[in-house]
């Protein structure tokens, strides 16, 4: 799916810090998403996983994550304490800045091989420590925006020095294949039917799928289809949020509203009201539903 980033008009970028706290954690991670700017993510604290394309990467403290602009990707697992910094890049501003032999490949939609690296210490904390600089400027447009540039060749030139590689795994084939019918629509309804499709047996599929991905098939299935939903329901003008539903792939309101629920923190009601009048509190459900990241995510 691609998302519409919440970036200001005037500014090249954004960076928000990713918290428990801080953080609207459904908009981030429910869905595979991609997104026309470049993202950075630099892991302050605790675990998580990625999925990203094919693969599954495992980051840590001190990971960095280089994100394109054509690379979907799903934050599917993190622990409790899990907070990063992410910054994101305007397509028009990476042109202006990076214009030298070294940074060209930031210009690439889907660039091949491996963009996680652990960084030293001294390294991480020097990058994060100018997010926190560039953060307290954010009233500052022109330095904010300057801020922005610095920051994005800082940490390229600190992913070059790096010689640490985050753990990244191949996704397995059929999980693969199971995880592409499912985004695209293409995938049988019932699990059975499903694991027919690619040999497995229905235990060995959910059991190897979980493995692999880091969620439950059904799970994952689930946040396709609000996805999906999402997509064809739009601003509420074409569709009801009924019919919407069953061309999603939810066999029943009453299915549809427990996924919705659960996976978008709100109820489908709550969720029409917003969109049709947006929320003054940053903190309702919906306010950043449709983004990678909330606005208020550090004060």
């Known amino acids: ?17 990713y918290s428990k706290e801080g953080f609207l954690d459904h908009s981030h991670q429910a869905f595979l998403h991609r997104h026309d700017e470049l993202e950075l993510n630099l892991v302050v604290q605790g675990r998580g996983i990625y999925l990203l394309n094919s693969c599954k990467i495992e980051i840590k403290p001190n990971s960095m994550v280089w994100l394109f602009p054509e690379q979907e990707h799903l934050l599917v697992e993190k622990s409790l304490d899990f907070e990063m910094w992410i910054l994101v890049v305007k397509p028009s501003y990476l042109r202006e800045i990076c214009t030298d032999h070294n940074s060209q490949v930031l210009l690439k939609d889907n660039p ?17 420590g100018y997010c926190r600089d560039m953060f307290a400027v ?19 030139a600190a992913y070059q020095a790096a010689n640490s590689a985050s753990l990244v795994k191949n ?25 027919r499709e690619v040999g497995l047996s229905s235990n060995s ?20 289809r609000v996805e999906q939903f999402l997509d064809l329901y739009g601003d509420g003008r074409t569709l009801t ?21 659960k996976t978008m923190g709100g109820n489908p009601s709550d969720y029409r009201r917003d ?16 983004t990678a990241a909330p606005t208020n995510a550090v004060q």
Not at 11 to 17: A, D, R, S, Y
Not at 112 to 128: H, I, P, V, W
Not at 143 to 155: E, Q, R, T
Not at 171 to 195: F, H, M, Q
């Open 275 to 290: 969109l049709m009048n947006p929320p003054l509190n940053p903190h309702s459900p919906y306010a950043v539903s449709r």
């Open 205 to 224: 599929l959910s059991r190897i799928f979980k493995k692999e991905v880091g969620i439950s098939l059904t799970t994952f299935r689930n946040r396709c």
């Open 171 to 195: 996704i397995n084939p059929v999980i693969d294949k199971v995880t592409k019918l499912i985004i695209d629509g293409r995938g049988a309804d019932e699990l059975s039917c499903l694991a």
């Open 241 to 261: 949020m009924l019919d919407a539903a069953f061309e999603a792939g939810f066999g029943s309101y009453a299915q549809f509203y427990r996924v919705f629920t």
């Open 112 to 128: 091949e091989g491996n963009f996680c690296r652990n960084l030293s210490n001294s390294q991480f904390q020097k990058l994060t």
């Open 1 to 17: 799916m691609k998302e519409k980033l919440t970036v200001p008009e005037s500014f090249t970028g954004e960076l928000w810090f």
């Open 138 to 156: 954010k009233n500052d447009r022109a330095l904010f925006n300057a801020s922005i540039g610095f920051i994005l060749l800082a940490a390229w």
